[in-house]
């Protein structure tokens, strides 16, 4: 699993993903010694199981291991992100502790398991939670940027704009990637919570704005939302809706990318994940969540949805 480089006849070779055994493992976890590295095997074997890791082993000889791909989307990249904040984020204490009441949104679907278990609800939890904050930027980074890199290889409904606000962009990294491809967008707005863009970095054409976007959006020619609307129920939605209106000139634009749960409860690692992640919002924002803001999407002029996470 090591990632080295050396060079050979001045040239850089990289050495990736060798395969490593569970003790080789264990001396660069902890080089001055200790650890047990046949229970750190056990881990792995079933870490194997569910296709973290690839086994090598010749002859029933020493067993060792490598990354896949789905391991590889758990190692920071070259800017720093990776998939693994996204996983802390949601096995999180304060998140795990309302699975147990998750049947209560059965029988009392008007407050979430969540803020039974917490006594508010996650957002303002989260706000008052410095790391919570913090993992939660990290792990929206690093599951937004490949899904932007699909976004931007598939649509190209940003021609014609020249200032473009991400609501609920976090860290910036959506529109980071957005004008690194589109030149011909002159400013970039990431509008969210103050606590939120106070902890963002400076991104060159990007402003970061605090506020509430149930009060006012910044004006723009375009409207760019991932992953908001699913959290926030449908009279929330419909007031996000409104501001935007308000915000878009005639023939302006709205972009709404949204998980959409799926007709068909097939068994597809697809359906399978927008379930999963319906059931979360159920269990710690949104106890009860029909997604019928479509309807007050679609009546925007000019607006857009893009479905799929």
Not at 41 to 51: A, E, F, K, N
């Amino acid at each position: 699993m090591e990632d080295n480089e050396c060079r050979d006849g001045g040239k850089k070779v990289r050495l990736a993903n060798t395969p490593l055994s569970a003790s080789q493992i264990l001396t660069r976890i902890l080089p001055s010694g200790g650890g047990d590295a046949e229970n750190l095997q056990r881990i792995l074997r079933l870490l194997t199981s569910y296709g973290v890791f690839s086994e090598h082993r010749e002859f029933g000889g020493e067993r060792k291991y490598s990354l896949t791909e789905i391991g590889k989307s758990l190692v920071t990249d070259a800017e720093g992100l990776s998939y693994l904040p996204y996983v802390l984020q949601h096995h999180q204490d304060a998140l795990m502790s309302a699975w147990p009441l998750v049947h209560e949104a059965v029988l009392d679907p008007t407050i979430e398991p969540f803020v039974k278990v917490r006594g508010e609800p996650a957002y303002s939890y989260y706000g008052k939670m410095p790391e919570m904050n913090g993992l939660m930027r990290k792990a929206l980074s690093g599951v937004s940027v490949p899904f932007m890199t699909s976004v931007l290889d598939g649509y190209d409904g940003f021609k014609g704009v020249k200032r473009l606000v991400d609501v609920g962009g976090s860290a910036g990294d959506c529109l980071r990637m957005i004008l690194q491809k589109h030149r011909f967008i002159c400013e970039g707005i990431n509008f969210d919570l103050p606590e939120v863009v106070a902890e963002a970095p400076s991104i060159p054409g990007v402003t970061h704005i605090g506020g509430d976007m149930f009060k006012s959006i910044p004006v723009a020619d375009a409207i760019f939302m991932k992953w908001v609307l699913t959290t926030w129920t449908d009279d929330e939605c419909k007031l996000i809706m409104e501001n935007c209106y308000k915000a878009l000139p005639a023939g302006g634009k709205l972009i709404a990318c949204e998980p959409v749960l799926p007709d068909d409860s097939n068994e597809s690692q697809r359906t399978r994940a927008l379930l999963e992640g319906d059931i979360f919002v159920m269990t710690i924002y949104r106890a009860k969540d029909d997604n019928s803001f479509y309807f007050f999407l679609f009546i925007l002029p000019g607006s857009y949805a893009l479905s799929g996470r």
